[in-house]
């Protein structure tokens, strides 16, 4: 078992894969050059677009849940026209339901609302009736789950949680703890 967390690094993704995960969700930023990775453009990841791309081939079971801390929509676009054919394997998340439009004409599987960025609930309708794999939404907001049509995945939780997938820095499954 790891001694410390990990996050967007190619470490991070071996251990997940290692683990029977598939999906990670990975921090990215566009730039003038492609795809970064990384939280914040001080602590970028080593990791390339094209090793990330090389780590999804050798994993066929694992997809990419993206998180865009810039421009989420140019981002995607970045990543379509990066990935080509593969951009099925990435799971874009959307911050706001106008961007459930464009995100899906880009041709990427259905997306994970993220609920974190939203104020009030009137939100709740409109997702319930949207094509999306799931929602994402902080632990201390999990009892709005019971209202939401779809999938529920918490952020960020360290421990298990029946009944929710969940965003984790670092969790072994059972299975596989010694």
């Known amino acids: 078992m790891p001694n410390a967390i990990y996050t967007n690094s190619m470490a991070a993704m071996e251990i997940a894969a290692a683990h029977g995960f598939h999906m990670i969700e990975l921090d990215l930023w566009r730039t003038n050059k492609g795809i970064a990775v990384g939280h914040n453009p001080q602590h970028l990841s080593s990791m390339t677009f094209d090793q990330l791309l090389d780590f999804l081939r050798r994993n066929p079971n694992i997809s990419i849940v993206t ?96 009944g929710y997938g969940l965003y984790t820095d670092c969790l072994i499954p059972a299975r596989h703890r010694s």
Request: proline share 11%.
């Open 67 to 162: 998180d865009f801390k810039s421009n989420n929509v140019l981002g995607l676009q970045r990543v379509a026209e990066l990935a080509g054919p593969m951009r099925s394997r990435f799971i874009p998340q959307i911050y706001s339901l106008d961007e459930l439009g464009p995100v899906t004409a880009m041709g990427f599987p259905p997306p994970i609302f993220t609920a974190y960025r939203m104020l009030g609930l009137d939100w709740l309708p409109r997702v319930n009736s949207a094509q999306v794999r799931a929602v994402t939404m902080p632990y201390r907001h999990r009892l709005l789950a019971r209202f939401i049509d779809h999938p529920v995945f918490l952020n960020t939780v360290n421990e298990p949680i029946p």
